[in-house]
């Protein structure tokens, strides 16, 4: 029978499929949902110092072909997501999670590193770095001069495993530009990819979500090429020791098969998650795993990055 079990920086997964942030992580409640289904992990909603609303309903809309969204960062704040996984920790010993952040400036990001590193949690910190949604705040990491600096002072204090979530990237040159700057840093990983921010969905004569004049993060089969590019791009050019997280467009186990082949150690669901509820990771494992037998495959490294080319 194949196995789904991956690694990251010798921390092992009994499943490579978890949540994405943003989707059944805002609350404990939530989070236990993912605890308690197939899902290897899960990642908490990008927390911030303080505890946020977010932007305006509606924020959140299902389409045919995924998802729009702008939800500005609502959370519970770092407290309660740094508190509940130091909780689990005790519970689950053998498990390892991811805790998500960000701050509106840099000095919050570095304001809750520190408390994150003065703690006790020992799981790995999703650095966000990506969010299209608050208004008036840029993606971090399409700026690499600002992305470069968060990052070396990150790593001048901080000692525990950490990633960071990326958007998309679209042009080749800017791979190249991107992971020149990440191959500096001990990163335990990198998250390609963040929904592609800004898109506009239209029903008859209006936008369908009501922050940015309808302006919001696209999610599903909108963007699994992009997703399954920026993961190869980034398996291509990053040092070995940092894993990619693979995110975007799945909903089928041959959508996981396709991330993992592209270099994915591990991947994440947003829109299809937020469709089917938890249940969804039984049906990804047992898809990913019959394509798995069928092609003969007992493990993901035997197939992980290893594309075909023409
Ligand atoms: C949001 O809360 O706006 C989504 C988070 C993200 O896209 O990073």
Do not use: W
């Not at 989070?31 to 990008?46: C, D, P, W």
């Not at 525990?160 to 191959?183: M, R, S, T």
């Amino acid at each position: 029978m194949p196995t789904t079990q991956t690694t990251i920086q010798h921390v092992s997964f009994e499943n490579c499929l978890m949540n994405a942030a943003g989707v059944y992580c805002y609350s404990k409640e939530e989070l236990e949902q993912v605890i308690n289904s197939s899902a290897g992990s899960f990642v908490t909603k990008t927390a911030t110092l303080e505890a946020r609303l977010g932007n305006p309903e509606p924020r959140y809309i299902n389409t045919s072909l995924g998802s729009i969204n702008s939800m500005g960062l609502p959370n519970l704040s770092l407290h309660y997501y740094l508190e509940y996984l130091i909780e689990l920790q005790e519970i689950y010993k053998e498990r390892t999670y991811f805790l998500s952040l960000t701050g509106l400036n840099q000095e919050d990001i570095h304001k809750s590193l520190k408390q994150v590193q003065e703690s006790e949690f020992n799981g790995f910190v999703e650095l966000n770095l990506s969010c299209p949604n608050v208004p008036g705040k840029p993606q971090i990491a399409y700026d690499f001069e600002t992305t470069d600096n968060i990052l070396k002072q990150v790593f001048s204090y901080y000692k525990k495993p950490l990633g960071i979530k990326l958007p998309p990237y679209f042009d080749i040159v800017h791979f190249d530009q991107a992971a020149e700057i990440f191959n500096r840093y001990p990163l335990a990983f990198v998250n390609c990819i963040n929904s592609i921010g800004n898109g506009l969905i239209i029903e008859d004569e209006s936008v369908v979500i009501k922050p940015k004049e309808g302006f919001g993060g696209l999610g599903g089969d909108y963007i699994k090429p992009t997703a399954l590019a920026n993961v190869h791009a980034f398996y291509k050019r990053l040092n070995k020791s940092i894993a990619i997280i693979g995110t975007g467009g799945v909903k089928t186990g041959r959508d996981v098969f396709e991330h993992i082949l592209c270099g994915a150690s591990m991947v994440q669901v947003g829109t299809a998650l937020q469709k089917e509820g938890p249940e969804i990771f039984e049906r990804l494992t047992r898809e990913l795993k019959a394509i798995m037998e069928e092609k003969g495959y007992k493990t993901l490294e035997e197939f992980r990055g290893k594309l075909n080319y023409l």
